[in-house]
C-alpha cells in the first residue's frame, strides 16, 4: 500500500507564489512519474504537470512559465513551485504518482487533495 500526502496549499494574492508537496510512502519499488493535477467546481480535472522518471517534464500551456515541477528521488517527493499566481490557477491540486510496487506490477496512486485560491 502506498500513500501520497500533500500539502502547502492555501490562499494567496494574484501574483503571489505556493509551493506544493507531495510525499510517497510505502511499499515502493520505484517511482516511475510524479505529476500535478487540478479541479475546479464542475471542471473536470487537467493535467498541470509531470515529472517522469528519466527527468522529462511537461507542462500545460497555461501553466507554463510559471510553474515549475521537480523531485527529491530520496525522499519520494515531488515538488509544484507555483509562480505568478492568477485566479485561473483556483482550484483542488492533487498529486498523482505511477509507482511500481515490489511486485514490479504498476498502479496510479492519487493525493489528497489541496486547495489553492488565488484572490485580492
Known amino acids: 500500500q502506498v500513500q501520497l500526502v500533500e500539502s502547502g496549499g492555501g490562499l494567496v494574492q494574484p501574483g503571489g507564489s505556493l509551493r506544493l508537496s507531495c510525499a510517497a510512502s510505502g511499499s515502493i519499488f520505484s517511482i516511475n512519474l510524479m505529476g500535478w493535477y487540478r479541479q475546479a467546481p464542475g471542471n473536470e480535472r487537467e493535467l498541470v504537470a509531470v515529472?517522469?522518471?528519466?527527468?522529462?517534464?511537461n507542462y500545460a500551456d497555461s501553466v507554463k512559465g510559471r510553474f515549475t515541477i521537480s523531485r527529491d528521488n530520496a525522499k519520494n517527493t515531488v515538488y509544484l513551485q507555483m509562480n505568478s499566481l492568477k485566479p485561473e490557477d483556483t482550484a483542488v491540486y492533487y498529486c498523482?504518482?505511477?509507482?511500481?510496487?515490489?511486485?514490479?506490477?504498476?498502479?496510479?496512486?492519487w493525493g489528497q487533495g489541496t486547495q489553492v485560491t488565488v484572490s485580492s
Open positions: 515529472i517522469i522518471s528519466g527527468g522529462s517534464t
Open positions: 498523482n504518482a505511477h509507482i511500481t510496487a515490489l511486485s514490479r506490477r504498476v498502479y496510479a496512486y
